[in-house]
Each structure stands twice: as C-alpha cells, then as structure tokens.
C-alpha cells in the first residue's frame, strides 16, 4: 500500500480494518454518475456546480426511517468511502502549502473512511425508500452509514474569530 506516496506522507504501522471496535450496517447506497473512471469532483461544492444530482436508495426494511423528512430540507448523509486507503495517517493534499494530519483535511484517505455531506432533499419516497439529492461527489454504489436530519439549532458551529484550518 505505501509505494505510491507523495513527500511528506506517512503511512500506519497497522491496518485498521484488523483493529474492528464495532461493526457498521449499511442503510443502503448512492447512486451518482461518478466513479473511478469519471471526473468526479472533489468535494461537494464542486459537485453542486456540475448539476448532476444524485439518489440514495435504501436496503430492504429502512424506508420507514425516511418518515418525516420533507423536500427542499437540508440532510447530512454519511458515507462508507470503501475504495479510499486506509492507512495513511499523513497526507501531502495538493492544495495544502504542506503535509497535514488526515484528522485536519476532508480526503476519503482514513483509518475508517467516513464521509459526510450536508445535501438538500431534491424528491422524496418513502414507500419506495429513495432519496433524491441535490448533489454528490460519492462513486455510484457508496454505501450509506447513515442520514440525519440539518438542524441549524445544533448543526451551526459558534461564533469564533478564527476560520476552518484546512
């Protein structure tokens, strides 16, 4: 795994997936236009400007979850990047000035390869389990950890002089 770093990376002396604590159930998976092969973007600022939205489809049994959300309400949708590394614990990202730990940047490259995204309910239902969004920058077939509900009363972080570090 370690042959293909850039300078200044580092990568763990273990693989994390051997050290499992707990175990992940799936909610179901996104559908997105994206993939290896695509020009997927890089986050989710530049998947708005694309257009292409994207959906998420629930497993078997969740659909009933999707119960009191409402078209045009934000979400967040975590994700299970699957196809990301996970051992580098220090990366080199190419819009840094330099190396920064993984735990100070938003790259898919974790020891366990969450991702959220803060998306907008595009249509909705519940019957089927489906979810359109306003955006992704997941591969088709990510799978879903889980969604949650925006709620500006605790998702909004307070007020502080200084910006985001990375």
């Known amino acids: 795994m370690g042959d293909d770093?850039?300078?200044?990376?580092?990568?763990?002396p273990f693989d994390p997936a051997a050290r499992a604590d707990a175990t992940v159930c799936f909610i179901g998976h996104v559908r997105s236009g994206w993939g290896p092969d695509t020009d997927t973007p890089r986050n989710i600022g530049p998947a708005r400007t694309t257009g292409q939205g994207a959906r998420i489809e629930l497993f078997e049994?969740?659909?009933?979850?999707?119960?009191?959300?409402?078209?045009?309400q934000p979400i967040i949708v975590m994700t299970w990047m699957h196809?990301?590394?996970?051992?580098?614990?220090?990366?080199?990202?190419?819009?840094?000035?330099?190396?920064?730990?993984?735990?100070?940047?938003?790259?898919p490259r974790r020891p366990n390869p969450v991702a959220l995204s803060t998306v907008v309910i595009a249509s909705l239902d519940i019957d089927a389990g489906v979810i359109g969004?306003?955006?992704?920058?997941?591969?088709?077939?990510?799978?879903?950890?889980?969604?949650?509900?925006?709620?500006?009363?605790?998702?909004?972080?307070?007020?502080t002089d200084g910006g985001p570090a990375g």
């Open 5 to 12: 770093l850039r300078d200044g990376e580092a990568v763990l």
């Open 61 to 72: 049994g969740m659909a009933a979850g999707l119960t009191g959300l409402r078209v045009g």
């Open 83 to 107: 196809q990301g590394r996970r051992d580098l614990i220090v990366q080199a990202p190419r819009h840094a000035d330099g190396p920064r730990g993984t735990f100070a940047i938003r790259s």
């Open 133 to 159: 969004i306003d955006a992704t920058d997941a591969f088709d077939g990510t799978p879903v950890v889980d969604i949650k509900p925006w709620l500006p009363t605790v998702d909004m972080p307070p007020e």
